[in-house]
């Protein structure tokens, strides 16, 4: 075996994923962060398996997100919060439930293969209860239930959402689907957590790479003035993707998108368990999709596809070809580089909370929560309704991983090891995993709050409502 070197450029969730993995399966690993703690770029709070959210997309993509949410959360449990999703369709929305029916069968039948196929694929539950449909009669017959404090059943669960929807704006059925939710601070500490104790991982926190030279053999990286020499490149600079690429000098296409999701409080329902609440609606108009993500003690985190909430005006750019970079306007830059005013967070904040509570009337009493969660997202190639991407590899001992959702990581560095092999730098096949005896969970949650904290976020973002899964 040639013994490799292996700069990995960008301390997300690719990044991190990335340096854990091959350092389990023995490679020297450099990790660069341009930010003072990995996993600070854009949100994520939804695991789409089965990519549910999404009505646009193909059935290839969903049946992709499942996989890759499946192999994800195998991978990262303590990042995974278990509670379902409950899918709604406006009176409004064009569609009807009954037409989302065939891709949930197919859904099913594709989660029951991959458990028939692996055992330990079996993570979402049983594949019966995959999905369940809820009628009006349903609800109303749920609502003089009284909420558990540890719902299990997918009726438990049902139990908030018929309390406190309005059910005259919905149509029926009703969908609960087992997508569970993302944490992103838990992420970055469990990931900080093990890589702090590989000894064959140099971590480099605020450390910008500013230049990257093909040599002879392999690469020189310029940091601060220091210069180091590296046989294979992995770039996972995120939404800067297409800086390194510029460096290396390598064909791209690719768009940035910049978006924000929105931290509510809604105090009399701080002991409230809810499921992730999902209101479909045409992406870019007014009504657009509204997504009401609890975490615990009142916290709610919103999404809604409107220009005036999630969206932007000139939020989505694409590279020319002058430069792999596509170039987000400087008020986007500001935003994820310095700050937000107080006044667009009050506003945006506010529209989120009358976009949900047309649904949720009692919604309408919560609060700006804290600042907004936000950053610009990477979508290789030009159709910007790509939800599954993982890694090209445009030259040799170069990686470009750029993936859309994060369950899309295990596949990307699955092909980044493949590269690796042929290459002579790696010699096994084997699929690396997380050992649990190294991380105990007081350290991940103190340090998940502390991130918060750091970060001006409220700690509770960092802790998760229910933590074992598999109903
Ligand atoms: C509002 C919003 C909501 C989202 N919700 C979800 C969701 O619910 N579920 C989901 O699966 N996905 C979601 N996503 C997508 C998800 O956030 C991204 O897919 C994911 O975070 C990308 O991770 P990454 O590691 O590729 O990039 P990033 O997290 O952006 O990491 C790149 C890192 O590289 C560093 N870097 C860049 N250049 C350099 C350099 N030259 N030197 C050193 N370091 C450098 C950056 O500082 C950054 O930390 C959402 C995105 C947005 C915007």
Redesign the pocket.
């Given at each position: 075996m040639k013994k490799a070197k292996i700069a990995i450029?960008?301390?997300?969730?690719?990044?991190?994923t990335s340096a854990i993995y091959l350092a389990k399966l023995g490679l020297e690993i450099t990790l660069?962060?341009?930010?003072s703690s990995?996993?600070?770029?854009?949100?994520?709070?939804?695991?789409?398996a089965g990519g549910n959210l999404y009505r646009e997309i193909s059935d290839e993509q969903c049946i992709k997100l499942l996989k890759q949410s499946i192999d994800f959360l195998k991978f990262y449990p303590f990042v995974v919060d278990y509670r379902p999703t409950v899918i709604a369709l406006p009176t409004t929305d064009k569609q009807t439930p009954n037409q989302l029916l065939p891709r949930l069968e197919l859904l099913t039948k594709e989660y029951k293969q991959l458990i028939q196929k692996d055992s330990s694929n079996k993570v979402l539950g049983e594949p019966n209860n995959y999905f369940k449909l809820y009628s009006r009669e349903d609800l109303e017959k749920l609502k003089f239930e009284k909420a558990s404090s540890k719902p299990k059943s997918s009726d438990e669960w049902m139990i908030s959402v018929a309390q406190n929807i309005n059910f005259d704006k919905v149509q029926f059925p009703l969908i609960l689907v087992q997508e569970y939710g993302?944490n992103?601070f838990r992420l970055a500490s469990g990931a900080t957590l093990i890589l702090e104790k590989m000894n064959n991982v140099t971590l480099k926190r605020t450390?910008?790479?500013?230049n990257i030279q093909k040599k002879q053999e392999g690469w020189l990286v310029s940091?601060y003035n220091k210069q180091e020499n590296f046989d294979y490149i992995i770039n996972?600079?995120?939404?800067?993707?297409g800086?390194?690429d510029d460096m290396i000098g390598v064909p791209c296409k690719r768009m940035v998108?910049?978006?924000?999701?929105y931290v509510s409080h809604w105090k009399s329902k701080e002991q409230t368990l809810f499921p992730e609440i999902i209101f479909h609606g045409e992406r870019g108009t007014p009504q657009g999709m509204g997504q009401f993500?609890p975490y615990p003690n009142g916290y709610f985190q919103l999404?809604g596809m409107t220009h005036n909430i999630?969206l932007y005006d000139d939020g989505l750019v694409a590279n020319t070809p002058l430069s792999c970079q596509p170039q987000l306007k400087q008020n986007f830059i500001q935003k994820i580089e310095k700050s937000w005013n107080k006044e667009e967070i009050e506003e945006r904040t506010k529209s989120a909370i009358e976009h949900l509570s047309r649904f949720i009337p009692n919604f309408s009493e919560a609060t700006v929560g804290s600042k907004p969660?936000?950053?610009?997202?990477?979508i290789p190639g030009d159709d910007p309704t790509l939800r599954v991407a993982e890694v090209s590899f445009p030259t040799k001992g170069y990686a470009r991983?750029?993936?859309?959702?994060?369950?899309?990581?295990i596949d990307m560095v699955r092909a980044i090891q493949k590269e690796l092999i042929k290459l002579g730098y790696l010699n096994t096949n084997n699929e690396a995993s997380i050992s649990f005896d190294i991380l105990r969970e007081e350290e991940i949650s103190s340090l998940a709050q502390t991130l918060c904290e750091q970060r001006e976020y409220p700690r509770s973002l960092g802790c998760r409502n229910i933590k074992n899964g598999g109903n």
């Open positions: 450029v960008g301390g997300g969730v690719a990044g991190v660069f962060e341009k930010e990995f996993v600070s770029g854009p949100p994520f709070c939804h695991l789409h993302l992103l450390t910008e790479v500013d940091y996972s600079a995120g939404f800067r993707t800086k390194i998108e910049f978006k924000a999701a993500t999404h999630t969660l936000f950053g610009a997202q990477q991983c750029e993936i859309v959702k994060v369950s899309s990581v």
